[in-house]
Nanobody, 132 residues
Framework: QVQLQESGPGLVKPSQTLSLTCTVS??????????WSWIRQPPGKGLEWIGG???????NYSPSLKSRTSISRDTSKNQFTLQLSSVTPEDEAVYYC????????????????????????WGQGTQVTVSS
């Protein structure tokens, strides 16, 4: 059974870069057809897909966050990482990493909301607060 665990600072100052790592166990991030995503949920709002990386290292990003987002991986540690630059209080959210099969529907269908069922495995989530 694939398990995911997010880690990183829970407090980030405005204008700084948020950096989170997802550690995967029970499966390899290089296994074919797996797609690894970062998703967030601001307080009182729905899930938002941020971006992801596939089994070969190819990345995709939400158009609304693309200019500030970078996703990378460390295959030796079976981890993938999110970096979100120039954060503001609007970036405050619970951040999740998740595993799916291919690009999630929210990435290919305009206006399609993220649903938990779109992903087979989720991390428990980590709260990120943006404050000076």
């Amino acid at each position: 059974q694939v398990q995911l665990q997010e880690s990183g600072p829970g407090l980030v100052k405005p204008s700084q870069t948020l950096s989170l790592t997802c550690t995967v166990s029970g499966g390899s991030i290089t296994a074919i057809v797996n797609y690894w995503s970062w998703i967030r949920q601001p307080p009182g709002k729905g899930l938002e897909w941020i971006g992801g990386i596939n089994w070969s290292g190819s990345t995709n990003y939400s158009p609304s966050l693309k200019s500030r987002t970078s996703i990378s991986r460390d295959t030796s540690k079976n981890q993938f990482t999110l970096q979100l630059s120039s954060v503001t209080p609007e970036d405050e959210a619970v951040y999740y990493c998740a595993r799916g099969r291919g690009l999630p529907p929210a990435a290919v269908v305009p206006g399609r909301a993220v649903e938990r069922a779109d992903f087979g495995s989720w991390g428990q989530g980590t709260q990120v607060t943006v404050s000076s």
